[in-house]
DNA sequence: TCCCAAACTTGCGTGCCACGCAATTTTTTG
DNA sequence: CAAAAAATTGCGTGGCACGCAAGTTTGGGA
C-alpha cells in the first residue's frame, strides 16, 4: 500500500463517516417532509438501506441525528479561525471564521423555513439541536484557547459560548422572519458581542410598566 | 370566601404548583442518589404520592423534571431585573440580578458537586438543562427589552442568551473544579461580557501549533 | 495469497417511556 | 347544593434504546 498522501481514513472509517452522513441526511430529509413524529427510526434506517439497530450503534435518537448537520456545518471552523493572520485582532478572526461557514453554502433555503420553523417547535428536538451547539462550542474554545496562547480558559470557554448564543439567535430570527438576511444579521451580533452590546447599553431609560406577563412559556430556541 | 389578598391562585393552582415542585425535587433527589437511569418515572410517582400517569402530565420525561430546578433558580430574575433603580447602566442591572438569584442560596451544596458532574455527562439530561436555559433566556430578553424600552429586541435576545452562557460557563467551572466559587467566577464573566472580553481580546500573539486535535467529543455542558 | 483478529452489522429480547382515551374523583362556581 | 370545569388515574398501544450473541466484513501480517 502506498504510503496516506491525504487519506488517513481507513477506507472503513470512510464507510463509517458516509453511513453516518446518509443517516443523518436521510432523518432530516424525513423530518423536514413528514414533521418529527412521523418518522420512524425505522423508516430512516431502510431509507439508508441499513437494519433500525445499526441506527442505534451511530446515534441514539432520531433526534440527535437530525441535529448532526448543526454540527457538520462547524466542521471546517477550526481551521478557518487558525488559518486567520496571526496579527488580526481575535474578534475579528472570529467574525470571520464563523461567517465563513455560513457563506459556503450561499443563504440557506429559505423554501424549507416554515418546516423548519415546526421543527424547532418540539421540545426534544430543541435539546439535540443545543446539545450540538455545545459539541461545537466546545471545540470553538480550544481553538480560541489555541489562538491566544493558552491562557484562561474559562474566558476561551465565554467566548465561545457567547459566540455560539450569537449563532443561535441570528438563526432563530432568520427562521421565524420572513426575508431577513442570516449573515448580515450574524455579522451584526458579532460585532455587537465584541464592544459590550453599547447600543443596548446606552439606552438607560426604563419603562418599567408590569403587563404582559409572559409566564415562562416555550422558548424558540 | 375572604377576597384574594395576596393569593391570586386559585388553591387549585397552588396545588398543581405544590405538585410540580415536588415531583420536580423528587427527580432530582432520586437522580443525585442513585444515577438517572437507576430512576423510573413511575419511582418518582411513587414518592410523592401519585401516579405515574399523572407525573406525565407535568413533565414529557424525567430529564424535564430533574432540570425544572434550573427554572426554578430564576424565577424571581424578572423581578430582581425590574427593581433596579432607573438610571443604573443596563449591565450593572442585569449582573446583580443574576447574581442575586445565586445569591439567594449562598454557594450551592459541595457535597453533590460529583454526583453534578456526572449527572451532567447524560446527553439526554444535558439537552432538557440546555432547554431551561433557553426558557430562562427568553424571560430574561423580554424583561431586558421592557428596561430598555422595547428597542430592538433582537439585540435583547443576544444579551440574554450571552448571560445564559455566562451562567452555564460559570456553572461548569464550579462543579468541574475544586474550590473555585460560584459567584465571584459569574461576577467576572459578566463583567467580561460587558466589556466585550478585552483580557482576551488584547492578547493577538498567536501560536497555532496544530497538536491535540479534539476531534468534535462530547462537550461538558 | 491466505488467514485471523478486530471491527461492524444484525436480529432478538427486554424494560422503559410518552401519550391517547375514557372513566373517576376533586375543585370551582352559580 | 348541583352542575360544570379540571385534574387524576388505569389501561392499552406504539415506539425506542440498548445489551447480547451470533454472523459478516475489513485490514494487515505471514
Redesign the interface.
Given at each position: 500500500m502506498p504510503p496516506d498522501e491525504l487519506p488517513t481514513l481507513t477506507l472503513r472509517e470512510r464507510k463509517k463517516r458516509e453511513a453516518r452522513r446518509a443517516l443523518a441526511q436521510a432523518a432530516l430529509r424525513l423530518t423536514l417532509e413528514r414533521g418529527l413524529d412521523n418518522v420512524r427510526v425505522e423508516d430512516i434506517a431502510t431509507e439508508v438501506g441499513v437494519s433500525a439497530r445499526t441506527f442505534n450503534n451511530y446515534f441514539?435518537?432520531k433526534e440527535?441525528a437530525v441535529c448532526a448537520v448543526v454540527?457538520d456545518r462547524h466542521e471546517g471552523m477550526r481551521e478557518a479561525l487558525?488559518a486567520r493572520p496571526?496579527?488580526?485582532?481575535?474578534?475579528e478572526s472570529v467574525k470571520q471564521a464563523v461567517l465563513e461557514q455560513y457563506s459556503r453554502e450561499g443563504e440557506p433555503d429559505r423554501a424549507y423555513v416554515a418546516r423548519i420553523r415546526e421543527l424547532m417547535g418540539q421540545?426534544?428536538l430543541?435539546?439535540?439541536f443545543?446539545?450540538a451547539h455545545?459539541?461545537?462550542?466546545?471545540?470553538l474554545a480550544?481553538t480560541?484557547a489555541?489562538?491566544?496562547?493558552?491562557?484562561?480558559h474559562?474566558?476561551?470557554?465565554?467566548?465561545a459560548?457567547?459566540v455560539?448564543?450569537?449563532v443561535?439567535?441570528a438563526f432563530?430570527?432568520w427562521f421565524t422572519t420572513e426575508g431577513e438576511l442570516l449573515l448580515p444579521?450574524l455579522e451584526r451580533?458579532l460585532d455587537?458581542?465584541?464592544?459590550?452590546?453599547p447600543?443596548?447599553?446606552g439606552?438607560?431609560?426604563?419603562?418599567?410598566?408590569?403587563n404582559?406577563t409572559?409566564p415562562?412559556?416555550?422558548?424558540?430556541?
Open positions: 441514539s435518537s440527535q454540527v487558525l496571526a496579527g488580526e485582532p481575535l474578534w421540545l426534544m430543541r435539546g439535540e443545543l446539545n455545545a459539541a461545537v462550542e466546545r471545540v480550544e480560541i489555541k489562538r491566544v496562547g493558552g491562557v484562561d474559562l474566558l476561551c470557554r465565554l467566548m459560548s457567547s455560539e448564543s450569537a443561535r439567535v432563530v430570527n444579521t451580533l455587537e458581542l465584541a464592544a459590550g452590546m447600543t443596548l447599553t439606552g438607560t431609560e426604563g419603562t418599567p410598566d408590569p404582559t409572559t415562562l412559556g416555550e422558548p424558540l430556541c
